[in-house]
Nanobody, 122 residues
Framework: VHLVESGGGLVQPGDSLRLSCEAS????????MKWYRQAPGKERELVAS??????????ANSVKGRFTISRDSTKNTVNLYLQMNSLKPEDTAVYYC??????????????WGQGTLVTVSP
């Protein structure tokens, strides 16, 4: 499975941005998907997660009420989104797409995208 993020950029505080992640390849293996972020000088942190049926999602406290995770699929791809509203300077980070793949009955691996930079600055 290959993950490619897009949608990052430079925005002002209070603006909105929508990140996308396109998963291709053996997408039938994908179970849960997540967005992580890593700010300069900080550890990577979990931002939001969504399960395989899109029936359950979870958010970091710092983004609850501002960010929304969603996913959909086509014949050949699975797409993950992160709608980010009311952006703050502390949201500045590289955002990474993560997919959990079931590769065997009890075997799981994780795949990562290359990241997309979000900069929130006046």
């Amino acid at each position: 499975v290959h993950l490619v993020e897009s949608g990052g950029g430079l925005v002002q505080p209070g603006d909105s941005l929508r990140l996308s992640c396109e998963a291709s390849g053996s997408t039938y293996q994908i179970t849960g998907m997540k967005w992580y972020r890593q700010a300069p000088g900080k550890e990577r942190e979990l931002v939001a997660s969504i399960n395989s049926g899109s029936r359950s999602s979870n958010y970091a406290n710092s983004v609850k009420g501002r960010f929304t995770i969603s996913r959909d699929s086509t014949k050949n791809t699975v797409n993950l989104y992160l709608q980010m509203n009311s952006l703050k300077p502390e949201d500045t980070a590289v955002y990474y797409c993560n997919a959990r793949l079931q590769v065997s009955i009890e075997g799981y691996v994780e795949e990562w995208g290359q990241g997309t930079l979000v900069t929130v600055s006046p």
